[in-house]
């Protein structure tokens, strides 16, 4: 226990008191604590300096907010630099910007004092965070009156607040208009106004047109191609600006990491792991759970753990949602269990991604029970409500194990309305489960909800192909090529060398493909040899030819994707492959006996999991 009662007495000097002053409320630990300190401030006086008791707000405001504002309330005539400190204090976070507007409405109407430039900077910045195209006029007209719009510091903070918005003309108006006296913040901000719209375009327009360049430049390109999804851009860009001599910070590694994550790009994530440590970037939490995130979904889940248990930057709760994610995705749910069980131990609060990463875990682990015992944990023990991620687990989870009546059962129980996504869980087990009659009725119910939805049309042609109802199934099909909409088609990736190669269903395009088309012939004859039998069950069409059924599986992405792989690396090493839709049963099977017949480890990454295949088996335990 601190003792307080002799810690603050009159000082000899004004500078010694702020120096004593931080050093009390840096020490306190508690509220109490810090309720015993304003009282010695009372008691001796020394709250009545402004100085002072500015100083008491800014070191107060990181403890207790809300403690704050009262101290505030209770100075009788605050000067300017109080007003501000209480305006920037409630504007850093969405859940007080209103205060921080009436504040800053207070400065206005009630103080008798001129607002500055940092007032109105500050007062922005809250309504960029979580207040309104009409609070951030109000302010705008203010700003006119008081003669500082032309101030550089407050057309940056207009650019940006406006960015927020995403209303990138008005933040290019103050642009334009502050062309004579802005700074690189002023095209920094421009920059993640186009880049926050999604306008890659003219934020890398922008780019190309500065003077001059600062990591943070560099940075909002590259994070802007990977929330575009061109995460091939993100590292080429990430490149040049290594070439340029602009040294990446954390925020840099992030997203490149984000995009080596995407692509499946091992090597270059392991390049980059390494130059955070030499470069002596400082490895927070952020970037922590980012290197684990990469190695679990460029499938070295073994490797993620492995950095997970070096580093002690797990105060937060976002690299144990990484490991829990990540042994999610590889089928591995005790060791996602464990690392939550751990994570309570360490006093670690989850969060709602925590609890969806672990319903997943549960989900493709088959594990029922565990699952509905943690969804009903999230509320009774952390008081998380469940959203509607949260019960498109349990329905998932539901729908795998095939209680298909509990799933639906779920879903009509729900406090908001299903989506698509969660019927189309429902929908997919009815396939699997050859549940017909229900998989009609719930067809029926996401096309009244989206008549044009691809995916549900996919299903429920495969549904009429197993029932061999070849005419609903031919309609689908017809309509799906006549809409607007069009069938994502199966692509699949590989990188070798750094290079990555993608192949579409049937691709013929690659410089390679005579070779790879008769590798392909040769890999199916070896495989029939070793007992493989093509399964024709999720064919959408009537082929009565056998040949022509096996010609059509032949030619499906991955198994493109594969053949190339073999034909390109040395006996032994491991394949890598990403397809961007989940993997047919037959390429499943496929798969497994050519990691038997070539003696290869296959991993496939599909659109929900990691597949692991060796010596003829799956990780997946032919459960995904």
Same mark, same amino acid.
């Given at each position: 226990?601190?003792? &307080?009662?002799?810690?603050?007495?009159?000082?000899?000097?004004?500078?010694?008191?702020?120096?004593?002053?931080?050093?009390?409320?840096?020490?306190?630990?508690?509220?109490?604590?810090?309720?015993?300190?304003?009282?010695?401030?009372?008691?001796?006086?020394?709250?009545?300096?402004?100085?002072?008791?500015?100083?008491?707000?800014?070191?107060?405001?990181?403890?207790?907010?809300?403690?704050? @504002?009262?101290?505030?309330?209770?100075?009788?005539?605050?000067?300017?630099?109080?007003?501000?400190?209480?305006?920037?204090?409630?504007?850093?976070?969405?859940?007080?910007?209103?205060?921080?507007?009436?504040?800053?409405?207070?400065?206005?109407?009630?103080?008798?004092?001129?607002?500055?430039?940092?007032?109105?900077?500050?007062?922005?910045?809250?309504?960029?965070?979580?207040?309104?195209?009409?609070?951030?006029?109000?302010?705008?007209? !203010?700003? /006119? $009156?008081?003669?500082?719009?032309?101030?550089?510091?407050?057309?940056?903070?207009?650019?940006?607040?406006?960015?927020?918005?995403?209303?990138?003309? +008005?933040?290019?108006? /103050?642009?334009?208009?502050?062309?004579?006296?802005?700074?690189?913040?002023?095209?920094?901000?421009?920059?993640?106004?186009? /880049?926050?719209?999604?306008?890659?375009?003219?934020?890398?327009? %922008?780019?190309?047109?500065?003077?001059?360049?600062?990591?943070?430049?560099?940075?909002?390109?590259?994070?802007?191609?990977?929330?575009?999804?061109?995460?091939?851009?993100?590292?080429? &860009?990430?490149?040049?600006?290594?070439?340029?001599?602009?040294?990446?910070?954390?925020?840099?590694?992030?997203?490149?990491?984000?995009?080596?994550?995407?692509?499946?790009?091992?090597?270059?994530?392991?390049?980059? !792991?390494?130059?955070?440590?030499?470069?002596?970037?400082?490895?927070?939490?952020?970037?922590?759970?980012?290197?684990?995130?990469?190695?679990?979904?460029?499938?070295?889940? +073994?490797?993620?753990?492995?950095?997970?248990?070096?580093?002690?930057?797990?105060?937060?709760?976002?690299?144990?949602?990484?490991?829990?994610?990540?042994?999610? %995705? !590889?089928?591995?749910?005790?060791?996602?269990?464990?690392?939550?069980?751990? =994570?309570?131990?360490? $006093?670690?609060?989850?969060?709602?991604?925590?609890?969806?990463?672990?319903?997943?875990?549960?989900?493709?682990?088959?594990?029922?029970?565990?699952?509905?015992?943690?969804?009903?944990? =999230?509320?009774?023990?952390?008081?998380?409500?469940?959203?509607?991620? @949260?019960?498109?687990? =349990? /329905?998932?989870?539901?729908?795998?194990?095939?209680?298909?009546?509990?799933? +639906?059962? %779920?879903?009509?129980? %729900?406090?908001?309305?299903?989506?698509?996504?969660?019927?189309?869980?429902?929908?997919?087990?009815?396939?699997?489960?050859?549940?017909?009659?229900?998989?009609?009725?719930?067809?029926?119910?996401?096309?009244?909800?989206?008549?044009? @939805?691809?995916?549900?049309?996919?299903?429920?042609?495969?549904?009429?192909?197993?029932?061999?109802?070849?005419?609903?199934?031919?309609?689908?099909? +017809?309509?799906?090529?006549?809409?607007?909409?069009?069938?994502?088609?199966?692509?699949?990736?590989?990188?070798?060398?750094?290079?990555?190669?993608?192949?579409?269903?049937?691709?013929?395009?690659?410089?390679?493909?005579?070779?790879? *088309?008769?590798?392909?012939?040769?890999?199916?004859?070896?495989?029939?040899?070793?007992? *493989?039998?093509?399964?024709?069950?999720?064919?959408?069409?009537?082929?009565?030819?056998?040949?022509?059924?096996?010609?059509?599986?032949?030619? @499906?992405?991955?198994?493109?994707?594969?053949?190339?792989?073999?034909?390109?690396?040395?006996?032994?090493?491991?394949?890598?492959?990403? $397809?961007?839709?989940?993997?047919?049963?037959?390429? !499943?099977?496929?798969?497994?006996?050519?990691?038997?017949?070539?003696?290869?480890?296959?991993?496939?990454?599909?659109?929900?999991?990691?597949?692991? &295949?060796?010596?003829?088996?799956?990780?997946?335990?032919?459960?995904?």
């Amino acid at each position: 226990m601190i003792r &307080f009662c002799s810690t603050l007495t009159r000082p000899s000097s004004h500078s010694d008191h702020c120096v004593r002053l931080r050093s009390l409320i840096e020490s306190c630990k508690s509220i109490q604590q810090i309720k015993q300190t304003h009282a010695q401030l009372l008691t001796t006086g020394l709250i009545s300096h402004l100085v002072s008791a500015n100083k008491f707000l800014k070191l107060l405001a990181f403890a207790s907010l809300s403690y704050a @504002h009262k101290v505030f309330d209770q100075i009788p005539q605050p000067d300017l630099f109080i007003y501000n400190t209480m305006i920037k204090a409630h504007s850093l976070s969405p859940d007080s910007c209103r205060d921080s507007f009436m504040v800053f409405r207070s400065l206005i109407r009630d103080s008798g004092l001129l607002p500055n430039r940092y007032s109105f900077v500050f007062a922005f910045g809250a309504c960029g965070n979580g207040l309104g195209v009409q609070e951030g006029k109000q302010v705008q007209v !203010h700003a /006119v $009156k008081a003669g500082v719009e032309n101030n550089v510091f407050v057309a940056n903070a207009l650019i940006a607040m406006y960015g927020k918005w995403k209303l990138v003309e +008005e933040s290019q108006m /103050v642009f334009d208009w502050a062309a004579g006296y802005r700074d690189l913040y002023s095209w920094n901000n421009m920059i993640v106004a186009y /880049v926050g719209a999604g306008y890659m375009s003219q934020a890398r327009e %922008m780019f190309d047109g500065m003077q001059e360049r600062n990591v943070v430049s560099w940075s909002t390109i590259i994070a802007g191609y990977v929330q575009v999804g061109c995460f091939m851009e993100a590292l080429d &860009f990430f490149h040049v600006m290594l070439q340029e001599g602009t040294k990446p910070n954390e925020y840099t590694l992030v997203s490149a990491l984000t995009a080596c994550s995407n692509l499946v790009a091992l090597d270059q994530g392991k390049w980059i !792991h390494v130059y955070s440590g030499r470069s002596e970037i400082k490895m927070n939490e952020k970037l922590l759970s980012s290197i684990i995130d990469m190695y679990a979904k460029c499938g070295e889940i +073994e490797s993620a753990s492995r950095v997970f248990n070096e580093h002690k930057v797990k105060r937060k709760v976002w690299p144990w949602n990484a490991m829990i994610g990540g042994f999610a %995705m !590889h089928g591995k749910p005790n060791e996602a269990i464990s690392v939550f069980e751990q =994570m309570k131990v360490e $006093k670690v609060s989850p969060n709602k991604v925590t609890f969806i990463a672990l319903l997943n875990a549960c989900s493709h682990g088959h594990m029922v029970e565990e699952g509905k015992s943690y969804f009903r944990l =999230m509320v009774s023990d952390y008081g998380i409500n469940p959203e509607i991620e @949260h019960y498109g687990c =349990m /329905v998932d989870l539901l729908s795998r194990a095939g209680l298909l009546k509990e799933a +639906e059962e %779920m879903i009509s129980d %729900m406090p908001m309305a299903p989506d698509v996504a969660i019927w189309g869980a429902l929908l997919n087990a009815c396939r699997i489960y050859k549940d017909m009659q229900r998989g009609y009725r719930i067809g029926k119910i996401i096309k009244e909800m989206d008549p044009y @939805h691809i995916g549900c049309h996919v299903l429920l042609g495969n549904i009429y192909s197993t029932s061999r109802r070849w005419n609903e199934a031919r309609m689908l099909r +017809e309509k799906n090529e006549n809409g607007d909409r069009k069938k994502v088609p199966g692509c699949s990736s590989i990188e070798l060398n750094g290079t990555f190669h993608q192949f579409l269903v049937g691709d013929r395009s690659h410089p390679q493909s005579k070779e790879l *088309y008769s590798f392909l012939d040769e890999m199916t004859t070896k495989l029939k040899i070793a007992g *493989y039998v093509p399964e024709f069950g999720e064919l959408l069409l009537d082929i009565d030819d056998e040949e022509d059924k096996e010609t059509a599986l032949s030619i @499906h992405s991955e198994k493109l994707a594969i053949a190339f792989g073999l034909m390109n690396t040395a006996p032994g090493t491991p394949i890598r492959i990403v $397809k961007n839709l989940r993997v047919c049963v037959d390429c !499943h099977k496929a798969t497994k006996f050519i990691s038997k017949v070539y003696d290869r480890v296959i991993i496939v990454r599909d659109r929900t999991r990691y597949h692991h &295949f060796k010596d003829g088996d799956c990780s997946c335990k032919d459960y995904w």
